[in-house]
């Protein structure tokens, strides 16, 4: 036993060992470091990913040396599957093979008793030989079922690697598609004010063109309204209140006018009246032209029977109205009779001024101050003569009935003349018969240009 003085001596000195070095041990294969050596063992048995190892089929045939990360894709592999295949028909053959070594083994050893065994040797080995028939069937069977397993995984495979690639085709196509179309969305919302641009210059064109079929250069114009039922219809839905005439012209260089009708009446008289106005122009002669235009506005509603009791009225501009001045814009303010002529009286069934979904107006411009007596003469002439010859015509009515106003008591101021028939031609006069029958108040030739009374009776003139 050491004393107490000994092991004073002991305590006392320095270990030299713990002031060495001690490294760590570290994996070769995936370099991580570990406290001992016996822990290292473990991670190379179990735990490394990175160590090499060979397959454990190598005594079937299948020689790789893999990763241990990468034994479940070696599993997979064809060399692998095929070393399984080996492997299991080899078992298969090997009990049968061990089996008669050891009958005859038995035989060998217990010769002396074979005679009371034998029986029993042949059943065993019998029943033993249809199972491992059975068996090896079995195995057969697993092994054909393996090898069409994988056949349909490489099928699956090259299919689903040719459906990546069609995938990924298709989806550089999408994203191309989708670029085109935002492409040709930002050109369409480009054009699309263009395009409206362009329709309104080709409603424009036409309407210019249809203008110009109905030109008119001596200061009246016919106007035919067709479709009436359906302009009545947007009328009165307020969808299209009002619609323009066909300009006109009072000679090859003179005033351009227009009329307005509005077929369900306007301001006071909607819903009453039709509302019939005159528009002056902007022309391309205002420059040498006199204003304001101070002529006299006749409007004619036509009676499309034979009877031809026209509804007559017109008015004489307001020169102090800026409606008559030269325009400075494409059109003037419009003015002429709001009541022009009754709603109740055109809405009714057979009427004679809407004939076919159609009706017909009359604007006249009296340049040579026409007596107003004589209008309803005028407006009864054939539509069809040259201007020329109405004008002759008119001329001749003028005298005779210059002539007959020598003879007879001139007429009161206040009368009405209602048209009874038309003119007869002949082959050098119209005559025309009229009725002279007293009323009580009339306008005179200065009717209000912004509003007049509606008409009395077909073919009344005001």
Not at 32 to 50: A, G, P, V, Y
Not at 105 to 125: E, F, K, R, W, Y
Not at 307 to 331: A, C, L, T, V
Request: some cysteine; aromatic content about 8%; hydrophobic content about 30%.
């Amino acid at each position: 036993m050491p004393d107490r003085g000994f092991r004073n001596d002991m305590k006392t000195l320095k270990i030299a060992h713990f002031n060495e070095s001690h490294p760590n041990p570290i994996c070769e294969f995936c370099g991580e470091q570990f406290t001992s050596n016996i822990r290292l063992d473990e991670h190379k048995q179990k735990e490394c990913t990175e160590i090499t190892q060979p397959c454990p089929l190598v005594e079937y045939g299948c020689l790789s040396s893999v990763r241990r990360i990468e034994l479940g894709d070696h599993y997979l592999s064809d060399i692998h599957q095929n070393a399984i295949i080996s492997a299991v028909r080899r078992l298969s053959v090997k009990p049968a093979h061990d089996q008669s070594e050891r009958g005859s083994t038995m035989d060998v050893d217990v010769a002396p008793n074979i005679a009371g065994s034998l029986a029993t040797t042949t059943t065993t080995s019998e029943t033993l030989s249809t199972s491992m028939q059975e068996v090896y069937e079995a195995i057969n069977t697993l092994a054909s079922g393996t090898q069409t397993l994988n056949d349909e995984t490489l099928r699956v495979s090259s299919e689903s690697v040719r459906l990546q690639s069609s995938v990924e085709s298709l989806t550089q196509e999408l994203t191309s598609l989708k670029l085109s179309i935002e492409e040709q969305g930002a050109f369409l919302d480009g054009i699309k004010p263009n395009q409206e641009i362009l329709q309104q210059e080709v409603a424009s064109l036409k309407q210019k063109v249809d203008d110009a079929q109905y030109v008119s250069y001596d200061g009246t114009l016919i106007w035919k309204i067709t479709s009436f039922q359906e302009k009545m219809r947007d009328a009165q839905s307020e969808r299209q209140t009002f619609i323009y005439s066909p300009p006109f012209y009072s000679s090859p260089s003179g005033y351009k006018m227009r009329a307005r009708l509005y077929l369900h009446g306007d301001g006071n008289a909607r819903r009453t009246h039709m509302s019939l106005f005159f528009v002056l122009m902007r022309g391309p002669s205002d420059a040498v032209l006199k204003f304001p235009f101070n002529y006299k506005v006749t409007f004619c509603l036509y009676d499309q029977t034979p009877q031809q009791r026209h509804i007559i009225d017109s008015f004489r501009p307001d020169i102090k109205s800026n409606s008559f001045q030269r325009p400075r814009s494409e059109m003037n303010i419009a003015s002429g009779i709001p009541k022009f002529f009754p709603l109740a009286m055109i809405q009714q069934d057979g009427n004679p001024y809407v004939r076919d979904d159609m009706m017909f107006i009359k604007v006249m411009v009296d340049f040579g101050d026409m007596p107003k007596t004589l209008l309803p003469y005028a407006l009864s002439l054939n539509p069809g003569l040259p201007t020329h010859i109405q004008q002759l015509f008119i001329k001749q009515e003028t005298e005779r009935r210059a002539q007959q106003q020598t003879q007879q008591t001139p007429t009161s101021p206040g009368t009405r003349m209602e048209v009874l028939g038309p003119p007869q031609n002949t082959d050098t006069q119209l005559i025309q018969q009229l009725v002279v029958t007293p009323i009580q108040n009339t306008n005179n030739d200065n009717n209000s240009p912004q509003q007049s009374p509606s008409p009395d009776n077909n073919g009344t003139l005001r």
